[in-house]
C-alpha cells in the first residue's frame, strides 16, 4: 500500500451518509449489466464514489472487500476524467467470480455508456484511411505507361 496522500481514495471522494446514498438512489440514472449496476446522479461538485455490495453477492468478507478494492482504484485512476456527480455502484453476485479485468470493464462500459467518462479515441497514430468514391479512384492508372 503507498502512502503517498495524492494516490489516496479521500473521504472527500466517498459517499458516506444514508442520506446521500437515497438521494443518488432516487434521482439519479441507473444503468446495469451482469457484473454492475451503476446509479449516476449528476451535479456540480466533484465525482464522488460509493459502493454497495452485499452478503449476497458473497458471503464472505474478503470476496466483498475485494470487489470493493478493484472499484476504488478504478476510480481513484479515472476521477479527472470523470463527470461531475456522485455515483453508486451496486455489485451482483456474477461479480463475485469475476476477474479483476472483467469487473474493471464492466465499470468502464457502464460509465461510458451513462456519459460520464468520454469514449476513447481510436488506437494507432494514423489517421483513418478515406473509402474511395469509385473503383477508379482505388485503381492506379495504367494506360499512361
Do not use: C
Request: charged share 25%.
Amino acid at each position: 500500500m503507498t502512502t503517498d496522500p495524492r494516490a489516496r481514495f479521500p473521504r472527500s471522494a466517498r459517499v458516506r451518509l444514508r442520506v446521500e446514498y437515497a438521494r443518488v438512489f432516487d434521482g439519479g440514472r441507473r444503468l446495469g449489466d451482469a457484473l454492475l449496476g451503476l446509479h449516476w446522479l449528476p451535479g456540480e461538485a466533484p465525482p464522488r464514489l460509493g459502493l454497495a455490495v452485499s452478503r449476497k453477492v458473497d458471503p464472505r468478507a474478503v470476496g466483498r472487500n475485494r470487489i470493493k478494492r478493484i472499484l476504488r482504484e478504478t476510480t481513484r485512476r479515472l476521477r479527472p476524467q470523470l463527470a461531475s456527480g456522485d455515483y453508486v455502484v451496486v455489485a451482483r453476485p456474477a461479480a463475485a467470480r469475476a476477474s479483476h479485468a472483467q469487473i474493471v470493464d464492466a465499470f468502464l462500459r457502464l460509465l461510458r455508456k451513462a456519459g460520464a467518462l468520454p469514449v476513447p479515441a481510436p488506437g494507432g497514430t494514423m489517421p483513418a484511411a478515406t473509402k474511395p468514391t469509385s473503383p477508379s479512384d482505388s485503381m492506379p492508372d495504367v494506360s499512361t505507361g
